[in-house]
Structure formats: C-alpha cells, structure tokens
Nanobody, 117 residues
Framework: QVQLVESGGGLVQPGGSLRLSCTAS????????MSWYRQAPGKERELVAS????????NYAPSVKGRFTISRDNAKNTVYLKMNSLKPEDTAIYYC??????????WGQGTQVTVSS
C-alpha cells in the first residue's frame, strides 16, 4: 500500500519560513518525480514545485521562484519544500504528489500552511 505523509505545516508570520516534508512508503521512491501542489480556499489546486527522480531537474511556479526550494533524499524516501519569505497569499493546504513514467500517481493527505500576523 502506497502512502505519502506530509508534515511541517503550521502558522507562521509574514516573512517567516517553514520546511515541509513528505515521506513515501510502499513504492520505489527513486523512480518517481515528486511535486508539491497547493490549494487555497475557493481556488483550484496548483503546482508549486517539482523535482526529477534523480534531483537533476527542478521546476517552480513563478509565484514562488526564488523563495521556495524543493529537494529530495532518496535514501530517506522523502521530498522537502523549504519556504522562505512567506506571504499571506501562500496560505493553502500543501500536497505532495508522486508520479512515475507509467503515470502511476499518488497523493498525500495534505498539510495546512497559514501565513498571518
């Protein structure tokens, strides 16, 4: 059974930082491209960042480029999202997604990030 478990969310003041983690089990983690998505209330889920299976390629949404960094540790089956200079508009539920070349796709349950003073 595949599981993706996110952690690290919480309440932070504008300008602050958080690091999200997503730990996978039940799959060959090193074969999967990993991504972070987010969904704010009343909005569609959007891609935040993605990283290739061997970490050679990353991709960021324009709204987070330069502030967020995605990374992964294949030995720990974990993908991270370091978020700096957080803004109120970053408030959302953050989800991780795993996808392989066969388009097998798995989602985590999400972690809430709230940026507010």
């Amino acid at each position: 059974q595949v599981q993706l478990v996110e952690s690290g969310g919480g309440l932070v003041q504008p300008g602050g930082s958080l690091r999200l983690s997503c730990t996978a089990s039940g799959l060959t983690f090193s074969s999967y491209t990993m991504s972070w998505y987010r969904q704010a209330p009343g909005k569609e889920r959007e891609l935040v960042a993605s990283i290739s299976s061997n970490s050679t390629g990353t991709n960021y949404a324009p709204s987070v480029k330069g502030r967020f960094t995605i990374s992964r540790d294949n030995a720990k089956n974990t993908v991270y999202l370091k978020m700096n200079s957080l803004k109120p508009e970053d408030t959302a539920i953050y989800y991780c997604k795993a996808i392989n070349r066969r388009i097998d796709t798995y989602w985590g349950q999400g972690t809430q990030v709230t940026v507010s003073s």
